[in-house]
């Protein structure tokens, strides 16, 4: 079934009704957009006035020219984020703060106006139509307690859609949710990989009645296909993949029927893939860093901003027969990555695709520290239930397996140490994404 945002994407770019949507209708109009987004971003916005001083839009006479345009960073935005502000402060409906790797000391703070959540609670419309219909209930675990949340917006594109969005939270007592999930008679489950994982996993999810749960949304961080298949088997539905970031606008790429890579929200967003290393743009099929560029946003519009995702575009069409880009699902990111032993790089995409599937495994944590010069691993593990010894066994055995991990230990520059058992789930809290700590403070070049 052709995706819900390609007939969206056509009213929203204006072509008339009857006439088809095609790449080159598309690639003029985010032609346009980004013309009008370096213009309005270049007058309005201390950074990028100074930023984009010699790059007016008329410039820009391909898509391809926007190489020329310098990157916007993380650290930018960390710097000064009211340098950004295209509105008085008087506008903006609501700010985002982000915390660093969990830390209390840095935070980006995202700047959104009325109009920009709109575009996102439309987003949100469209694209649950491939996995709800209406008059369905979708329980939504993930933070939406405040007016312009992720959950807030989801919970209203889904009354758009005729559907009601149930906001629950982000998972602080599976048991809570279980029940509500029966009591409810819910049929979409929308949260973060690792929580939802471990909901599937709970003693107590035995008493969700079979079908009930029609579909799964993972979103918010890296889904491990190792999570996916587990989910998938317990509940017997599938599961979908939305990729997307505050600094996106809470929505950027989500699946269709086919699950083969997700759709990119064209008419708000340009993406493109980039050697990390040169910058340099690359050709779709080539997996690279994510950058992107918002077209339509107000308050806060982002030009090339690097995300430090890792992806790349599908070349071959998509089975749904859109014409949108398809983004193949994240693999990662650069600062999840670590070197080892000088020169052996592990990703927490290759944990977690061999210690999820152990069985009675619901969450780990990995450090890298250093003993007398030696690289030294450590993993705990987060279980419930079941003996602690053999589920170290096993991920020892597993750990194995990671082609970075015994090269370095076949040369001397790493050792893991002996893994323990965690009986406090630290990422229950909160949505903070997981990423290998390093205290090495060794920085990837």
């Not at 993380?74 to 506008?91: H, K, N, T, W």
Request: charged share 25%; hydrophobic share 40%; net charge negative.
């Amino acid at each position: 079934m052709l995706t819900p945002l390609e007939p969206w994407i056509h009213s929203k770019i204006g072509l008339p009704p009857g006439t088809p949507l095609t790449r080159d209708a598309l690639n003029d109009y985010q032609l346009e957009r980004l013309r009008a987004t370096v213009d309005h971003a270049g007058r309005q916005s201390p950074f990028y006035r100074r930023q984009l001083a010699d790059f007016p839009g008329a410039e820009l006479l391909t898509l391809a020219d926007i190489a020329k345009l310098p990157f916007t960073t993380p650290a930018d935005i960390l710097e000064d984020d009211l340098r950004f502000l295209c509105v008085s402060q008087g506008e903006i409906e609501r700010v985002v703060t982000l915390r660093s790797s969990g830390t209390t000391t840095e935070a980006k703070r995202l700047h959104f106006t009325a109009q920009d959540l709109e575009l996102t609670v439309e987003f949100f419309r469209h694209g649950m139509g491939t996995m709800i219909k209406p008059g369905e209930r979708v329980l939504i675990l993930m933070p939406g307690e405040l007016p312009g949340s992720v959950g807030d917006l989801l919970a209203q594109g889904l009354a758009r859609m005729d559907a009601e969005g149930i906001i629950h939270g982000i998972i602080r007592d599976e048991r809570a949710a279980i029940a509500e999930i029966i009591a409810k008679e819910i049929d979409c489950l929308v949260g973060l990989p690792v929580h939802l994982f471990g909901l599937a996993r709970h003693v107590d999810a035995a008493a969700i009645p079979h079908g009930r749960i029609k579909s799964v949304l993972l979103s918010a961080d890296y889904v491990p296909q190792a999570i996916v298949r587990e989910i998938e088997n317990v509940w017997g539905c599938p599961v979908f993949n939305h990729y997307g970031m505050t600094e996106m606008g809470l929505g950027g790429v989500v699946d269709c029927g086919a699950r083969s890579g997700g759709h990119v929200r064209e008419a708000d967003l340009y993406f493109e893939i980039i050697d990390p290393v040169t910058g340099h743009p690359l050709p779709d099929g080539e997996r690279g860093e994510v950058v992107f560029t918002t077209l339509t946003r107000t308050g806060m519009p982002l030009i090339r901003y690097r995300t430090g995702d890792l992806s790349r575009f599908v070349p071959k069409p998509c089975r749904c027969g859109t014409v949108l880009k398809r983004l193949e699902w994240v693999k990662g990111r650069l600062a999840g990555q670590v070197r080892l032993g000088g020169k052996y790089l592990l990703s927490m995409a290759d944990l977690d695709e061999v210690l999820f599937p152990l069985p009675g495994l619901l969450n780990f944590q990995v450090t890298v520290t250093q003993e007398k010069g030696i690289d030294l691993l450590q993993v705990t593990l987060f279980t419930q239930g079941g003996p602690a010894e053999k589920l170290c066994r096993s991920a020892r055995d597993e750990l194995g397996n990671i082609p970075a991990l015994w090269l370095a230990i076949a040369e001397g520059g790493l050792k893991i140490a002996p893994l323990s058992i965690s009986e406090h789930n630290w990422l229950s809290s909160g949505s903070i994404k997981r990423t290998i700590y390093d205290t090495r403070g060794i920085k990837l070049c």
